[in-house]
């Protein structure tokens, strides 16, 4: 429910079903939503593996707006930043400490297989070994983060676990497709 209370007018233009990391979404030129059901089979997807629970996207003119679902157990994504995609964070349930800010060491670009991480959903980023600078807050159930592009953030702790939503917008992701 909390997902629904903050998150409602997205969720109006979002629908789908759950999908593998490396698969890239069509994006819905059409209203979507999505179910407790939606959200529970993609988390239950990826249940002990790494990345994310893709769930819908959608096409607003060129841009993407997409719609994923995460559970982490350790926060040893270490920092990242992405370069054109904003993020949305709801927490879903559990929580831990987010730091936003400050200047990522040693980066290097996010790739799998030679190309690079999930272009449709984080575009080009950058993960590094760990941040100079910034600021950490403890985030919890029903809380939300907005990170713009060029923003350095991460988990460095966790309550256990954390579950949480992420809208990204992805601009020009969807010209000449």
Do not use: W
Request: aromatic share 4%; charged share 20%; hydrophobic share 40%.
């Amino acid at each position: 429910m909390t997902l629904i209370r903050h998150a409602a007018p997205l969720l109006a233009l979002i629908r789908g079903v759950a999908c593998a990391q490396a698969a890239i979404l069509p994006a819905q030129k059409d209203a979507v939503f999505v179910t407790r059901a939606d959200i529970d089979k993609a988390l239950a997807a990826r249940a002990g593996a790494r990345g994310m629970g893709a769930v819908a996207a959608v096409r607003a003119g060129d841009d993407r707006i997409g719609f994923d679902v995460l559970r982490r157990d350790t926060p040893d994504e270490g920092p990242v930043v992405h370069q054109r995609v904003t993020e949305i964070y709801t927490i879903l349930e559990g929580g831990g400490d987010f730091a936003t800010g400050g200047t990522l060491v040693d980066p290097a670009p996010m790739m799998n297989n030679g190309k690079p991480s999930n272009p449709a959903s984080i575009g080009p980023s950058l993960k590094g070994a760990r941040v100079d600078g910034g600021t950490t807050r403890h985030v919890g159930a029903g809380d939300v983060v907005m990170i713009p592009p060029g923003v350095v953030h991460g988990f460095t702790r966790l309550d256990g676990h954390v579950t949480y939503s992420v809208v990204r917008l992805n601009p020009d992701y969807e010209k000449d497709r």
